[in-house]
């Protein structure tokens, strides 16, 4: 969908329509951070009727944000390490000094540590690892949220944007804020929006109907708030086990209530006449009170099948968590020392679902520094091109560090360094450890074995003269 000229009166329309799915992501980061459920607005009614004087437990037990977690932290609980790749940054280096009918001073190995230091810089001024980490979080909530690039003075500065505060379009992205306004004596609350293009931003106030305000040429080569989904339909991680969530807290809720109000046993009087009013007051005051003439009392007591409750919680947990494909930490299994193949199986249908998600954010990426790398080449920082850029996703993966030891033992020489490294679960940035490794030895150890020194190929001249002397002591 396109919005085509934009002014304030498609602005208005864009966000009417857009208004639902900001809703519906600011409920969800609601039931994430627990601050208002379903459960919470629940109204016990009887024949049609609120029932007011009953006690009435609201519990919630959050599964949800279990289930956000563990998929943010498994993705992106190591940094995803964002590295220029050698071999393509030289290439499209020489690519754009043909463009440019020039050749820049300096060798390509000096321009690449230079690139790679901007690069670097700029995740750091940025605290990218915590965004990142924040973008996960907000696509497994919401199934979407949005990043912003802009300047601020001369620095390159980007800012993560929640799902319920921005809305896409083919041609254009919206970012909805509100600010506080103090006005004598009174606190006001105005709404503003700001429309990126891929050429201005346009700033629009609301003030009792949309008005516009500015238009500023952002200076970037395309449109700056770019959107990263958790998937192709844009679906969080728990969007197919919502009403299995809201059914435990209920069976919860109804349980612990029913035990605190006493509505577990029903006392009874049965006799000709009816207890007087003086005989229940005494009875609850004191506990108990002398029976009429021809009355008997009894307890009829409710029997709840606890274990059938606790099987039917336990079933209906396991199920959101098979349903969500995400690994339920409570299993059992978890707590033994499962082998790396049965973890595997384990893990399986929770990869499957990871993969998407990390294809979808190195997409996602890969359009963020398209034009993080764009608005540096303009501002003289660097010719990097963000097809040279490597994103490496490294699973928080249970460690199983003997296995891995003889895994890496057994794949030396036969595997390239850097394509071994990444099966290391501990090693976050495969071509950091690399290159280290490679200044420990003083060798390149992409063409050569992880285990050999640079001792080995070389051979002592001595020894051509102690076999010949050798030879001739023997003859003799």
Not at 184 to 190: A, D, G, M, R
Request: net charge negative; glycine share 6%; charged share 30%.
């Amino acid at each position: 969908m396109k919005i085509g000229q934009i002014n304030e009166k498609t602005i208005n329309t864009a966000i009417s329509l857009t208004e639902g799915k900001r809703r519906k992501a600011a409920s969800l980061i609601e039931r994430y951070d627990q601050e208002e459920l379903p459960i919470h607005d629940r109204v016990y009614m009887i024949d049609g009727e609120e029932q007011k004087g009953l006690i009435k437990r609201l519990l919630s037990v959050d599964i949800f944000s279990e289930i956000v977690d563990i998929s943010t932290g498994y993705l992106v609980g190591i940094p995803v390490a964002i590295n220029l790749n050698k071999d393509r940054y030289k290439r499209e280096l020489s690519l754009f000094q043909k463009a440019k009918n020039k050749i820049l001073p300096g060798s390509s190995e000096k321009k690449l540590d230079e690139d790679s230091y901007l690069l670097q810089r700029y995740g750091i001024i940025n605290d990218i690892d915590l965004q990142n980490a924040e973008v996960e979080k907000f696509c497994s909530i919401a199934g979407y949220c949005g990043r912003l690039n802009y300047v601020s003075g001369t620095e390159i500065m980007s800012k993560t944007i929640k799902p319920s505060e921005c809305s896409f379009f083919d041609d254009a992205a919206l970012y909805l804020s509100s600010v506080d306004e103090i006005t004598e004596n009174t606190v006001k609350t105005v709404l503003y929006c700001r429309v990126y293009d891929a050429v201005n931003m346009y700033e629009f106030k609301n003030d009792g109907g949309w008005k516009f305000v500015k238009e500023v040429s952002h200076g970037f080569d395309g449109i700056p708030l770019i959107e990263c989904k958790n998937n192709e339909r844009g679906n969080s991680d728990a969007y197919n086990v919502i009403d299995l969530l809201d059914q435990i807290d209920r069976i919860i809720s109804d349980w612990a209530s029913e035990t605190e109000q006493g509505r577990l046993a029903a006392l009874i009087a049965m006799g000709k006449t009816k207890p007087s009013d003086t005989f229940i007051a005494e009875l609850k005051k004191n506990g108990g009170a002398y029976l009429p003439d021809g009355t008997d009392i009894k307890y009829i007591t409710k029997e709840i099948p606890f274990e059938q409750i606790l099987a039917l919680l336990k079933y209906l947990r396991e199920e959101a968590f098979y349903t969500s494909k995400t690994p339920n930490m409570r299993d059992e299994s978890f707590g033994g020392n499962l082998s790396g193949v049965a973890l595997e199986y384990k893990f399986r249908p929770f990869e499957f679902k990871c993969v998407t998600k990390e294809r979808h954010f190195t997409a996602f990426l890969r359009e963020h520094y398209r034009l993080v790398c764009g608005i540096m080449q303009k501002f003289g920082k660097g010719d990097i091109a963000y097809s040279a850029i490597d994103f490496t996703f490294t699973r928080n993966y249970p460690k199983n560090l003997f296995e891995e030891a003889q895994t890496q033992n057994l794949l030396d020489g036969k595997v390239p360094v850097k394509d071994r490294l990444k099966l290391c679960s501990f090693i976050s940035d495969p071509d950091k450890a690399a290159r280290e490794l490679e200044a420990e030895r003083g060798e390149s150890l992409y063409s050569g074995s992880f285990s050999k020194t640079k001792t080995e190929d070389k051979k002592d001249p001595n020894e051509d003269i102690e076999d010949e002397e050798s030879g001739y002591k023997e003859s003799a």
